[in-house]
């Protein structure tokens, strides 16, 4: 199977280090012309470089998305009309309409299309789950989780700060913890949010509360920063039942942490990554997941409809911080049973 990998920045890397664990082959990247990282991926990759995906796509069979994220949706319907397998970063797209829209596409023409919601192959978050699923801690009440870090930057074009190009932290960040909580407590009714920028939205972080309603009576708070400085990345969560209660805390073997803001050096990286301190990273495991899916025509581990399902719960939650006020959540058509 022949892999073209859209970017050739922090995720292209992380993706083409994950494909290069499978037997597929990676035959190329798109990137702008010139881009000298880019050109130094294809030959650790054995690849070519190419200035556009119109050039790479008749040469593939599976198209993996790493672009920022307004550039999803036009990319991934490309991949579609030429009828190509689809592994795309998240969110899935940009806006619900987008999301929906693709879906369709791709069911029409029997494309698998899945989406990266990597928190769910990072090994405490998955046992976690199956701790929930397996009834350790009784019927569940309440889940927190928080995801904290410092506000990505890159030299050019930082799409990251752009509110219409990424969503800011609650799509860009969040997303990946309203895809767990919902993984973990089902369907969500309603959801209300607070955020630093939607009251004082000249401030240079942006730091944001969510709760959610699950329709199961579950209740969801989620926490989300681009509020510390780097390199800092903290993940949290507190799953509690009748039962019992799950925790974890990335940070807990820590006795004592010192947060500073300080002027940023040249060692620390553009885009704040979770670590994981076992031997496959998450990125690598869920590349191959998706990769066996496809070899074996079994179903995706992460369907294009989860994603869509926590595009819509960021979404109400950028609404509802807007509003002040709680959105209630409509059944979409891709997400009925």
């Known amino acids: 199977m022949k892999i073209g990998i859209i970017g050739a920045g ?26 000298a990282a880019a050109h130094q991926l294809a030959e650790q990759h054995n690849a070519q470089v190419y200035s556009d995906l119109e050039a790479l796509l008749p040469l593939v069979d599976v198209i993996d998305i790493c672009t920022p994220t307004h550039l999803h949706y036009a990319m991934a319907l490309k991949a579609a009309e030429s009828c190509k397998y689809i ?53 569940l009440a309440v889940v927190r989780l928080a995801r904290e870090t410092f506000c990505p930057k890159k030299a050019e074009d930082n799409w990251f700060v752009d509110l219409d190009k990424s969503g800011g932290v609650i799509l860009d960040l969040m997303v990946h913890d309203f895809d767990y909580a919902r993984w973990l407590a089902g369907d969500v009714e309603s959801v209300f949010a607070k955020n630093i920028l939607s009251s004082s939205p000249d401030a240079h972080i942006d730091h944001a509360l969510v709760i959610l309603t699950h329709k199961n009576g ?53 885009i704040p990554t979770p670590t994981s301190p076992v031997s496959e990273d998450p990125w690598t ?53």
């Not at 974890?248 to 553009?270: C, E, F, R, W």
């Not at 998706?290 to 926590?310: H, N, T």
């Open 285 to 337: 495991t869920q590349i191959k997941a998706f990769y066996k899916a496809l070899i074996e025509d079994s179903p995706l581990p992460v369907p294009a409809e989860e994603g869509l399902a926590a595009l819509q719960i960021a979404l109400a939650a950028i609404e509802s911080a807007r509003t002040n006020k709680a959105v209630n959540l409509e059944t979409l058509p891709e997400l009925s049973s």
């Open 87 to 139: 592994f795309c970063e998240k969110p899935l797209t940009r806006t619900l309409e987008e999301s929906q829209e693709l879906i369709a596409v791709c069911k029409k023409a029997g494309i698998k299309l899945s989406v990266g919601h990597v928190v769910r192959f990072f090994p405490e978050y998955k046992q976690a789950k199956a701790l929930v699923d397996s009834g350790q801690i009784g019927q």
């Open 218 to 270: 579950v209740l969801s708070h989620i926490e989300g920063s681009w509020a510390f400085p780097p390199p800092m990345f903290r993940t949290r969560f507190e799953i509690s039942g009748s039962g019992g209660m799950i925790d974890h805390d990335s940070q807990a073997t820590s006795p004592i942490n010192i947060l500073m803001q300080k002027q940023v050096d040249g060692k620390t990286p553009d």
């Open 10 to 35: 922090f995720m292209g890397s992380t993706h083409a280090a994950g494909w290069a664990n499978t037997d597929a082959e990676i035959v190329g990247f798109v990137a702008k012309p010139g881009e």
